[in-house]
């Protein structure tokens, strides 16, 4: 009964190489996000979909490519990987993005080591 | 197993009365505890941490071990503070990291 997953929990790749990391959630949410995690445990938002189209695009690299095959699906392709790009990312949905009231329910997180 | 738990959905307390965001952990480990906010239409940003023992914006968090706990005070409310709020759990080992489902904290003028 997971509400949010996300595949894999840990990818150590070299750099240069195209990874993809997927997230699905089955709580019916209309909207879904992705973000990264720095070593301070800081969250940064890097995407936002809501009904399978962009809503957020903050400034990340444009090797970064998320798609959403339908709303229930945001995935995140990240091509020519750099040593920087290791952290922890988080997929997140919540019904819709307005206002405070909207709870966001996180998956456990992506931990990707760049060597 | 839920890692965290945020028992308040909602919370509404008037302009200047204590808050306090309870929000409870189930690890038995040594984890680090955090409370994140998301003011409204802003993104997620790190609020405190147990282990910096500082006080962000008149909130403070105190880690009681013995109740698995992690509340979030702070004593005069102010309108500002309206947000949600989301405690977070990271596991001393490797890859985990849990959040709570969040509290919307309504300050009421």
Known sequence: DTAVSQTPKYLVTQMGNDKSIKCEQNLGHDTMYWYKQDSKKFLKIMFSYNNKELIINETVPNRFSPKSPDKAHLNLHINSLELGDSAVYFCASSQAMTGNQETQYFGPGTRLLVL | ?109
């Open chain 2, 1 to 109: 197993a839920q890692r965290v738990t945020q028992p308040e959905k909602l919370l509404s307390v008037f302009k200047g009365a204590p808050v306090e965001l309870k929000c409870n952990y189930s690890y038995s480990g040594s984890p680090e505890l955090f409370w994140y906010v998301q003011y409204s239409r802003q993104r997620l940003q790190l609020l405190l941490r147990h282990i910096s023992r500082e006080s962000i914006k008149g909130f403070t968090a105190d880690l009681n071990k013995g109740e698995t706990s992690f509340h979030l005070k702070k004593p005069f409310a102010q309108e500002e503070d309206s947000a949600m709020y989301y405690c977070a759990l990271s596991g001393d080992t490797g890859n985990q990291f849990y959040f709570g489902t969040g509290t919307s904290l309504t300050v009421i003028p």
